[in-house]
């Protein structure tokens, strides 16, 4: 069993800044990939930002240019960078992480972590 567990959300004025952390721990061989996701209430989670182990990333349209995902591979940890932020960007944002155990390749969510923008 994996524990993915996300923190840094909060409340933010528009333009502000906040950063995202999440560790992942447990029964994990290594990780594969670990990403942001986002869900509004009555919508599908979208994806934000994603970073594999060869350090490629992947970012959403809304987020490029403006958040940053980074990882330190030692802690299983990835981090959402998260600038200029909008209204818009309201959401709960959910860490997900691909990694293998026993050689074979899983998935795993966290809890989620409210982030929520306004003046």
């Known amino acids: 069993q994996v524990h993915v567990v996300e923190s840094g959300g909060g409340l933010v004025q528009p333009g502000g800044s906040l950063r995202l952390s999440c560790a992942a721990s447990g029964t994990i061989g290594s990780i594969y990939a670990m990403g942001w996701y986002r869900q509004t209430p009555g919508q599908q989670r979208e994806l934000v930002a994603a970073?594999?182990?060869?350090?490629?990333?992947n970012y959403s349209d809304s987020a490029k240019g403006r958040f940053t995902i980074s990882r330190d591979s030692a802690k299983n940890t990835v981090y959402l960078e998260m600038h200029n932020l909008q209204p818009e960007d309201t959401a709960v944002y959910y860490c997900?992480?691909?990694?293998?155990?026993?050689?074979?390749?899983?998935?795993?969510w966290g809890q989620g972590t409210q982030v929520t923008v306004s003046s």
């Open positions: 997900y992480v691909k990694y293998y155990w026993s050689d074979f390749l899983h998935s795993s």
């Open positions: 970073i594999n182990s060869t350090e490629h990333t």
